[in-house]
């Protein structure tokens, strides 16, 4: 996928000709190996962009919209033409600007005397990948446009000149994606962390919300109470606490394995279904005097064993 660049590059260091009368900057720097945000790119990537670069249009500062914005009449200087890749330099051609346009005299003495000032900035779509720590271009896909701009030590990032970089009230997802497309990616990539860890989230609640709801379901099967708490009268929420406590039932509901699940409310189940038994054999009848406690503990040791008794106290006390 090709993304959009733009690179700044001067001509300092360049033997820039001048050609006032015909209106010429002949071998001006348009693109190094190395840009000035970083990026490399490939000598192949350069060598087959010659075509992309020749008669391109060479327009004065940056567009106040954007680099895909209409330009004015009076910002149109000239064109590149005669583009020509340098081995181990970069891409040279010549700026055929009109000799009658208010900015040309100023153009001539700075190619003359201050070359530095002579600066295009390229907006273009590349193809890029990454070496380690290091951009690299690998095709240069289109030239959208070339400026001339006049103050390049300004230019910090992609498409940050210095009067540009306040202008936040001008700032939209779009211009966010042409300009700054990483910090674009990095955006989408917390996003979409954010919007994960919420569905984490969600999915976690919803699986508790699944797991009451399945212990409610047994609990009705196997006719045992569930533990509402609000709207129970307070004798009957007594009765349901002792039978399947909230405790028990969050216990209940930590249990991942459904069949462990259904066989610990079916013990329950039976538990409670059994208790009036054991009560009855503990218990037959309310004593009525010494006498008969005595003979009430004489028919238990008689009838009752010691593992039955102590299997109905350990029942008891679950």
Same mark, same amino acid.
């Given at each position: 996928? +090709?993304?959009?660049?733009?690179?700044?590059?001067?001509?300092?260091? $360049?033997? $820039?000709?001048?050609?006032?009368e015909?209106?010429?900057?002949?071998? $001006?720097?348009?693109?190094?190996?190395? /840009?000035?945000?970083?990026?490399r790119?490939? #000598?192949?990537?350069l060598?087959?962009?010659?075509?992309?670069?020749?008669?391109?249009k060479?327009?004065?500062?940056?567009?106040?919209?954007?680099?895909?914005?209409?330009?004015?009449? &009076?910002?149109?200087l000239?064109?590149?033409?005669?583009?020509?890749?340098?081995?181990?330099?970069?891409?040279f051609?010549?700026?055929h600007?009109? @000799?009658?346009?208010?900015l040309?005299?100023?153009?001539?003495?700075?190619?003359?005397?201050? @070359?530095?000032?002579?600066?295009?900035?390229?907006?273009?779509?590349?193809r =890029? /990948?990454?070496?380690?720590?290091?951009?690299?271009?690998?095709?240069?896909?289109?030239v959208q446009?070339?400026?001339?701009?006049?103050?390049?030590?300004?230019?910090?990032?992609?498409?940050?000149?210095a %009067?540009?970089?306040h202008?936040?009230d001008?700032?939209?997802?779009?211009? *966010?994606?042409?300009?700054?497309?990483?910090?674009?990616?990095?955006?989408?990539?917390?996003?979409? #962390?954010?919007? &994960?860890r919420? =569905?984490?989230?969600?999915?976690?609640?919803?699986?508790?919300?699944?797991?009451?709801?399945? $212990?409610?379901e047994?609990?009705?099967?196997?006719?045992?109470?569930?533990?509402?708490?609000?709207?129970?009268?307070?004798?009957?929420?007594?009765?349901? /606490?002792?039978?399947?406590?909230?405790?028990?039932?969050?216990m209940?509901?930590?249990? #991942?394995?459904?069949?462990?699940?259904? &066989? *610990?409310?079916? %013990?329950?189940?039976?538990?409670?279904? /059994?208790?009036?038994?054991?009560?009855?054999?503990?218990?037959?009848?309310?004593?009525?005097?010494?006498?008969?406690?005595? *003979?009430? +503990?004489?028919? =238990?040791?008689?009838?009752?064993?010691?593992?039955d008794?102590?299997?109905?106290?350990?029942?008891?006390?679950?």
């Amino acid at each position: 996928m +090709a993304e959009m660049l733009q690179e700044f590059v001067d001509s300092r260091g $360049v033997a $820039v000709r001048v050609d006032r009368e015909g209106g010429v900057l002949r071998g $001006v720097k348009l693109i190094g190996l190395v /840009s000035r945000n970083g990026r490399r790119y490939r #000598q192949s990537a350069l060598e087959q962009a010659k075509s992309l670069y020749e008669e391109a249009k060479v327009n004065v500062n940056h567009p106040k919209d954007g680099p895909l914005a209409p330009r004015d009449y &009076q910002d149109r200087l000239g064109v590149i033409r005669g583009v020509a890749f340098r081995a181990g330099e970069g891409l040279f051609g010549d700026l055929h600007f009109n @000799p009658r346009h208010p900015l040309a005299e100023q153009l001539a003495w700075d190619a003359e005397h201050n @070359p530095r000032n002579v600066g295009f900035s390229h907006n273009v779509l590349a193809r =890029l /990948s990454r070496e380690g720590e290091n951009t690299v271009v690998e095709e240069i896909t289109r030239v959208q446009g070339v400026d001339l701009v006049a103050d390049p030590a300004a230019t910090l990032g992609l498409y940050e000149q210095a %009067e540009e970089a306040h202008r936040w009230d001008a700032l939209t997802v779009a211009t *966010l994606e042409l300009h700054r497309p990483d910090l674009a990616a990095e955006m989408r990539a917390a996003a979409t #962390q954010r919007l &994960q860890r919420d =569905l984490d989230e969600a999915n976690a609640r919803s699986a508790v919300l699944e797991r009451r709801q399945r $212990v409610v379901e047994l609990l009705c099967e196997h006719g045992l109470p569930i533990p509402l708490g609000e709207g129970q009268h307070r004798e009957s929420a007594d009765a349901t /606490s002792r039978i399947v406590s909230p405790a028990f039932f969050e216990m209940l509901t930590n249990v #991942q394995d459904d069949g462990q699940l259904k &066989q *610990l409310i079916v %013990e329950r189940a039976e538990l409670v279904r /059994s208790a009036p038994t054991w009560q009855n054999r503990l218990m037959p009848g309310a004593p009525r005097s010494r006498d008969q406690i005595a *003979l009430q +503990a004489r028919h =238990l040791a008689e009838t009752v064993s010691a593992a039955d008794f102590a299997k109905a106290i350990k029942l008891a006390a679950v």
